[in-house]
């Protein structure tokens, strides 16, 4: 369950970062939209695939969001590509990498 709501959070901003215009869920500034989103997206692959490196995560999160900027030159679909959006992801995984880091140490002191 966990790894299909994974993919279900990641195809949804992935299909949120590319439409023209895009529905407002959120009442806040992009780029806490983006830090919400991949927080969200991390977190559910901490969970999802607890037997794969942490840094191959966070380096498949980092290259997501990358290729949703890249997705965003394209003129058509009216959208702006930022570096600062990229950051704000980056942000929010490596946030999201320290949370889980947190959780399971705190997990394995009180199985001993």
Do not use: N
């Not at 407002?24 to 901490?46: N, P, R, W, Y």
């Not at 890249?70 to 679909?77: I, S």
């Amino acid at each position: 369950m966990l790894r299909i709501a994974f993919w279900a959070a990641a195809l949804f901003a992935f299909v949120m970062a590319v439409l023209p215009h895009p529905i407002e869920l959120l009442e806040a500034s992009d780029k806490v939209q983006h830090m919400t989103a991949f927080f969200a997206i991390t977190t559910l692959g901490c969970a999802a695939y607890r037997g794969l490196s942490r840094i191959k995560l966070m380096l498949a999160m980092v290259a997501f969001g990358a290729a949703i900027e890249v997705v965003q030159l394209v003129p058509e679909l009216h959208r702006d590509a930022e570096w600062s959006d990229w950051l704000a992801d980056i942000l929010a995984v490596m946030l999201a990498l320290a949370v889980a880091h947190l959780v399971e140490s705190r997990r394995a002191r009180r199985a001993e």
